[in-house]
């Protein structure tokens, strides 16, 4: 009679155990696409600040002359957006545009010469946009390091560290403002 | 000894309680359409805002609030009023329609976010321009509260002329909630039939009563199982269930650490009591014993489903926050 009760104690446990790997593996995976979805997310919104900046050249260019330094460097910035390859290329891209940008807004706000630019609906209408789009990156970077939190705290604590480990799943770095690229910030936008 | 375990857990747990009920940076609204912290509005104002609001909300779906802060803090006010968006859960949660009016006082600003499902008919330019039509013309002549009064009611005005295309919203997001929940039912129900076996082994097993009559206690064993009803260890586990359900931390360490304390009450088998076991039987006698196996199985059950639960769920379990329905935005919006 003891020896049954062991046998179904230890069927009950071995089941306890399966599940438990079984869900957590499934919980480590969940957590690891979270991460890269909302890293797409930020990734959607630099390729909208792409989109707009044709647009903001074109009004700059055709209303007054502008220091053609910053229209030179969101003009870059978009390039090297459009041709970064890894992860790391397009988010150091992403923080460049969005630095051009802002200085862009900078210039023209703080000068006495672009009035008719200053008034210019259309230029109003995209300055709303790309500090829209300039607040999306924030929150969407938000999520991003929150999502990968979930992810490192998951597979950190114990015992699913055990599990981590035996599935081969490692910490990820937590996001850092891109190395090199500096951030401006314009009153309605600040990249942390 | 078996007390000192409970206090033991009871103390720990209670600290989890205390200790989950931290005071938010972000407040906590008071009313679904207007919330005005700073008492900028007059309350005839705060009535005709509420009236609009809550005929848009019953007309097209999409849920308006205005707040008012005395500053944003470290926060932008574009950041503010986003996180208020997503922290509130405001807007239906299968449509993220949802959009608040932030108005902070400091720093004179006066920014709106939008719910994703609202960026369609209201982009970022176009909020800008309707402020700049309606909210910046009266604040330059120092009628704030005029123009926030004039821009919310153009605003419901484009809210109520694209209704179509707010109402038709997009799949559910609560799939993967009732997924995680149904995992988590699943590894408690596993973990309390362990327990449970555990526990009916007689190591467990607390008083010994000899030649009874299982009368006494009910006609058969399984009478005194029915019969069985600590009300106040069922409260406490129906608390934490709550807890968990909604994903509530606050709630559901209160339902465990309620059980444990459950524990602490003395016991005794008695007719209401616990389940009367066969035990054995010498030339002599019969000998019962009185087991507590399944209270410390359901509060092991109890503690297992909390913490199954504080690690699965996370704080977003997507019911809303009880005034709103759930949903969220992305940043979108635009201020003056």
């Given at each position: 009679m003891k020896a049954k009760t062991g046998w179904i104690i230890a069927g009950i446990v071995l089941l306890v155990l399966v599940f438990y790997v079984w869900s957590g593996y499934n919980n480590f995976i969940t957590l690891d696409q979270n991460v890269n979805g909302k890293w797409s997310e930020v990734e959607n919104q630099y390729q909208r600040q792409a989109d707009l900046i044709p647009n903001l050249v074109s009004v700059v260019g055709s209303s007054v002359k502008v220091e053609t330094n910053f229209v030179k460097e969101v003009t870059e910035a978009r390039t090297k957006w459009l041709n970064a390859k890894s992860q790391l290329e397009r988010d150091t891209a992403g923080v460049?545009?969005?630095?051009?940008?802002?200085?862009?807004?900078?210039?023209?706000?703080?000068?006495?010469?672009?009035?008719?630019?200053?008034?210019?609906?259309?230029?109003?209408?995209?300055?709303d946009e790309l500090s829209g789009t300039q607040n999306r990156i924030t929150t969407a970077r938000g999520s991003y390091i929150q999502a990968i939190q979930s992810y490192n705290v998951a597979i950190k604590r114990f015992p699913s560290n055990i599990l981590a480990g035996m599935f081969g799943f490692s910490a990820k770095e937590y996001y850092s403002s891109s190395n090199g690229a500096t951030t401006t910030s314009l009153g309605s936008g600040v990249l942390p | 000894m078996k007390m000192r375990f409970n206090l033991f857990v009871f103390l720990i747990m209670f600290l989890f309680f205390v200790s989950s009920i931290s005071?938010?940076?972000?407040?906590?609204?008071?009313?679904?359409?207007?919330?005005?912290?700073?008492?900028?509005?007059?309350?005839?104002?705060?009535?005709?805002?509420?009236?609009?609001?809550?005929?848009?909300?019953?007309?097209t779906t999409a849920e308006v609030v205005f707040v008012s802060v005395e500053s944003a803090g470290e926060h932008t006010p574009q950041q503010?009023?986003?996180?208020?968006?997503?922290?509130?859960?405001?807007?239906?949660?299968?449509?993220?329609?949802?959009?608040?009016?932030?108005?902070?006082?400091?720093?004179?600003k006066f920014w709106i976010a939008t719910g994703y499902g609202l960026e369609g008919?209201?982009?970022?330019?176009?909020?800008?321009?309707?402020?700049?039509e309606n909210y910046v013309p009266l604040r330059d002549r120092e009628n704030v509260i005029e123009g926030i009064v004039a821009f919310a009611n153009e605003i419901a005005k484009v809210i109520e002329d694209n209704k179509d295309e707010?109402?038709?919203?997009?799949?559910?997001?609560?799939?993967?909630?009732?997924?995680?929940f149904f995992l988590?039912?699943?590894?408690?129900?596993?973990?309390?039939?362990?327990?449970?076996?555990?526990?009916?082994?007689?190591?467990?097993?607390?008083?010994?009563?000899?030649?009874?009559?299982?009368?006494?206690?009910?006609?058969?064993?399984?009478?005194?199982?029915?019969?069985?009803?600590?009300?106040?260890s069922s409260l406490a586990f129906i608390i934490m269930l709550i807890g968990i359900f909604i994903g509530n931390l606050t709630m559901m360490f209160l339902g465990i650490s309620l059980i444990f304390l459950s524990n602490l009450i003395p016991k005794k088998c008695s007719k209401d009591g616990e389940r009367l076991k066969f035990w054995k039987e010498d030339s002599k006698h019969k000998y019962y014993r009185c087991s507590r196996g399944h209270i410390l199985s359901i509060s092991l059950v109890a503690?297992?489903?909390?913490?199954?639960?504080?690690?699965?769920?996370?704080?977003?379990?997507?019911?809303?926050?009880?005034?709103?329905?759930?949903?969220?935005?992305?940043?979108?919006?635009?201020?003056?």
């Open positions: 460049q545009m969005n630095n051009g940008i802002s200085a862009l807004f900078n210039a023209v706000a703080t000068s006495e010469n672009y009035p008719t630019l200053q008034a210019n609906k259309q230029y109003i209408a995209l300055t | 005071a938010h940076q972000i407040p906590n609204y008071t009313d679904k359409y207007v919330n005005d912290f700073v008492g900028i509005l007059s309350s005839e104002q705060v009535s005709d805002l509420r009236i609009l609001f809550e005929s848009v909300d019953k007309d503010y009023a986003t996180e208020i968006l997503n922290e509130w859960k405001v807007g239906k949660s299968d449509k993220d329609n949802g959009l608040v009016m932030l108005y902070s006082k400091q720093e004179k008919i209201l982009p970022d330019s176009k909020i800008g321009r309707l402020l700049d707010i109402i038709s919203g997009k799949a559910g997001k609560n799939d993967n909630f009732f997924f995680v988590v039912l699943l590894s408690i129900i596993g973990i309390g039939i362990i327990l449970y076996k555990i526990a009916s082994i007689k190591k467990l097993n607390s008083k010994i009563y000899k030649d009874i009559t299982i009368s006494q206690y009910g006609n058969t064993t399984k009478d005194s199982n029915k019969k069985y009803q600590n009300f106040f503690a297992a489903g909390g913490l199954a639960g504080s690690g699965f769920g996370g704080s977003s379990s997507g019911f809303g926050g009880g005034g709103f329905g759930g949903g969220g935005g992305g940043g979108g919006g635009a201020g003056r």
